[in-house]
């Protein structure tokens, strides 16, 4: 019977350790990657952004001309409410392969600064924890997508949960599939409560600027 309890002991002990640490890397391990492709995809953009010259017009989004390919970044996304220096890049795809180094541009939406939806997804917890706050926002926070050639200003407007089935949320003209878009929106796509995916939070925005892209952008920190 010692030996029995013995042996129980020492297997919660280890399912105690290895339950441990699979929640360090949760919180610190992927954290750490993550923060290392930003680095990485910073690094990547600040070069071809500087070898490519100067900026062009404003609304100069055409897709060839933001060469999209899959788990690749073409643009920075700011959000001065989750605080002064929050910088991600954003990556093609939103895969967990893409999510889990990078909020990621949802295939088949518009691009910054085009008609139509513009939706970029990301983890609310893991990886950094980007969208951690979008729960948070409120109408009238201002949202900068940076790309080689402009910089995009979008104000919130509306705030929503829905469920993971409603993909009408990603038409050009959310909740309208078969309607013309007249605005120039971005909606912004992450799970809630924390650690589910019984609910996303929908967090949708219009383009009230846009500017040709200053430069001298530094690499994320």
């Known amino acids: 019977m010692r030996t029995l309890i013995r042996g129980f002991g020492e297997l919660c002990l280890t399912v105690g350790v290895i339950l441990l640490l699979f929640i360090a890397y949760l919180f610190w391990g992927t954290a750490w990657l993550a923060s290392n492709a930003q680095h990485a995809f910073a690094s990547q953009l600040n070069r071809q952004w500087a070898q490519a010259g100067s900026p062009s017009s404003p609304f100069d989004a055409r897709p060839d001309a933001l060469h999209l390919v899959t788990g690749q970044p073409f643009a920075f996304i700011r959000i001065p409410a989750f605080g002064k220096n929050w910088r991600f890049t954003i990556v093609e795809g939103t895969s967990l392969a893409q999510l889990n180094v990078s909020p990621g541009h949802v295939p088949g939406t518009q691009l910054p600064g085009q008609l139509g939806n513009f939706a970029v997804a990301g983890h609310r917890v893991t990886a950094g924890n980007p969208f951690w706050s979008?729960?948070?926002?409120?109408?009238?926070?201002?949202?900068?997508?940076?790309?080689?050639?402009?910089?995009?200003?979008?104000?919130?407007?509306?705030?929503?949960?829905?469920?993971?089935?409603?993909?009408?949320?990603?038409?050009?003209?959310?909740g309208h599939p078969h309607a013309r878009p007249t605005r120039r929106l971005i909606t912004l796509i992450t799970c809630d409560p924390a650690w589910t995916g019984t609910h996303r939070v929908i967090v949708t925005g219009v383009l009230v600027r846009a500017q040709p892209r200053v430069q001298t952008i530094a690499q994320h920190g």
């Open 134 to 174: 979008e729960p948070s926002m409120r109408n009238g926070d201002l949202v900068y997508v940076d790309t080689q050639a402009n910089t995009y200003t979008y104000r919130v407007i509306g705030k929503q949960w829905v469920s993971p089935a409603d993909l009408n949320v990603l038409d050009p003209v959310p």
